[in-house]
């Protein structure tokens, strides 16, 4: 009997968490985030979206290749201090400085993978970095030759053969 009412207890305890989990991932799904757009003229526009509007406007990390992150921040290129990268959770901004001195951004989603189709992965495994502007499905594709843990991140464009070398800010 002691063992029947410890077993009932203990399914009981386990449906207490599950029920738990699924409030805390239902309250974090309903999250509210403030999106602040800058447009070209450097107007500026707020609106409030949740995290699924979030997710579907900049997409979700892929979770399968959590240790395949960048690191988030501001990433200044090696040669030309006036261009970058910032990085954040879902997307990845390509900046310049434009002649007011403002920084002009082009926002993309990423995903980062173990593989691409036009590199040999069968031969030299990698880490490659798949960039998708959403405004016009503009897409790039890089090899991750540094991923940043050092202060460096590096790049190879699969397309033109360039590596492009950002340091942290």
């Not at 240790?67 to 006036?82: M, N």
Request: proline residues 2%.
């Amino acid at each position: 009997m002691k063992m029947l009412i410890t077993l009932l207890l203990l399914l009981i305890l386990t449906s207490c968490i599950e029920i738990n989990q699924n409030l805390e991932r239902d309250k974090e799904s309903k999250k509210e985030y403030k999106l602040i757009v800058r447009d070209g003229a450097g107007e500026t526009t707020e609106q409030i979206i949740t995290k699924e509007e979030a997710d579907e406007l900049y997409g979700k990390p892929n979770s399968n290749l959590k240790e395949l992150k960048l690191p988030i921040g501001t990433w200044i290129h090696e040669k030309d201090a006036s261009a970058g990268l910032q990085i954040t959770l879902y997307r990845i901004s390509m900046f310049t400085k434009n002649t007011e001195g403002s920084y002009d951004h082009d926002w993309y989603s990423y995903k980062i993978m173990d593989q691409h189709k036009k590199a040999d992965t069968d031969v030299n495994p990698g880490k490659f970095l798949n960039l998708t502007r959403s405004i016009d499905e503009d897409t790039l594709s890089y090899e991750i030759l540094n991923d940043g843990e050092n202060g460096t991140i590096s790049l190879l464009h699969l397309d033109s053969g360039r590596i492009h070398v950002y340091n942290k800010e």
